[in-house]
């Protein structure tokens, strides 16, 4: 990142992405833009999804990659079907990006719910 001139701005934490997630919601912090990219397994993009998108500010953008892989299409799509959502895809399929138009960030800990579980 400092090669780049990006270290005043990104930051990166060597975490799992649950423990990032965690540490995002605790100190309220929202994100511009959220890009997700781990595990292609359905199960773990559904929990990436549901830890992550809350923390898109409206009009962020949430994205990822591998989109052409069947359980991160299936885990997107159910998402975007359920919340009502339209995505964009470029490079083959690969990479997806959402606009969070109409949602302000949401943060939970243990006191609030994710109301993205189940989502």
Not at 16 to 40: G, K, R
Not at 58 to 77: D, P, R, W
Request: a neutral charge.
């Amino acid at each position: 990142m400092k090669l780049k001139g990006l270290d005043n701005i990104v930051y990166p934490l060597r975490l799992t992405s649950s423990a990032a997630a965690h540490l995002f919601h605790c100190y309220q912090i929202q994100a511009d833009v959220a890009f997700i990219d781990a595990d292609q397994d359905y199960n773990a993009i559904k929990r990436d999804i549901q830890l992550y998108y809350p923390l898109v500010r409206k009009e962020g953008i949430f994205m990822g990659l591998n989109y052409s892989m069947k359980g991160v299409e299936q885990a997107v799509n159910e998402f975007m079907e359920k919340k009502n959502l339209l995505a964009q895809m470029w490079a083959n399929d690969e990479y997806f990006f959402i606009l969070k138009e109409y949602e302000t960030a949401h943060f939970f800990n243990k006191r609030t719910k994710n109301p993205y579980i189940g989502a």
